[in-house]
């Protein structure tokens, strides 16, 4: 039987990033729906026409290989400013270029903040400039308080780590 493959992305570099302590989370909680890897976009540089010309730098081949090789994509988001951070639009920036590695991969994003609203902006916003990329669209999951939920760099609060078991359970499934 076929291997589920999530590959997940930080839209974070701080080594304690919540949202990175999230998505480790989520390898642990969804490990019977699926094998999540870890892809890190530190050396993907900032999305520019100029070097795409001349050929594809070797971080964003790497990074539409693993998407392209998985079943669905995860991508784990702090919310700046009521949208996307630098490091999470540019991921996406890359992939909506050719040769486009995501093309009818289903995607979808948690995101994880110190607020109430659990990043509803951030998840608002993805979803709207995800309907014009030829993705499968998957509600996005927010995280909030995380303050309360994160201890010592890991997600310890049980109820949130079953909602989040929950969440790459019924994606798994989506990708299926």
Same mark, same amino acid.
């Given at each position: 039987m076929h291997t589920l493959k999530i590959t997940a992305i930080v839209g974070s570099l701080r080594s304690e990033s919540v949202n990175g302590a999230v998505a480790r989370a989520a390898i642990e909680v969804g490990s019977s729906h699926a094998e999540i890897e870890l892809f890190s976009v530190a050396d993907v540089p900032l999305y520019n026409g100029d070097i795409e010309q001349v050929a594809l730098p070797a971080a964003v081949q790497a990074l539409h290989d693993s998407v392209g090789a998985a079943d669905g994509v995860l991508l784990f988001s702090p919310e700046y400013n009521g949208s996307f951070p630098a490091v999470t639009k540019n991921a996406i920036d890359w992939l909506s270029r050719p040769p486009r590695g995501w093309e009818g991969t289903p995607i979808s994003m948690v995101v994880t903040t110190p607020g109430v609203r659990a990043g509803a902006s951030l998840r608002t916003h993805f979803e709207a400039i995800m309907a !014009?990329? &030829?993705?499968? *669209? !998957? &509600?996005?999951?927010?995280?909030?308080?995380?303050? #309360?939920?994160?201890? +010592?760099? #890991? *997600?310890? +609060?049980?109820?949130?780590?079953? #909602? *989040?078991?929950?969440f790459v359970a019924s994606f798994a499934d989506f990708c299926r």
């Open positions: !014009f990329q &030829p993705v499968r *669209l !998957f &509600p996005s999951l927010g995280i909030g308080t995380c303050g #309360e939920k994160i201890t +010592d760099g #890991e *997600l310890s +609060d049980a109820v949130a780590r079953a #909602e *989040l078991g929950n």
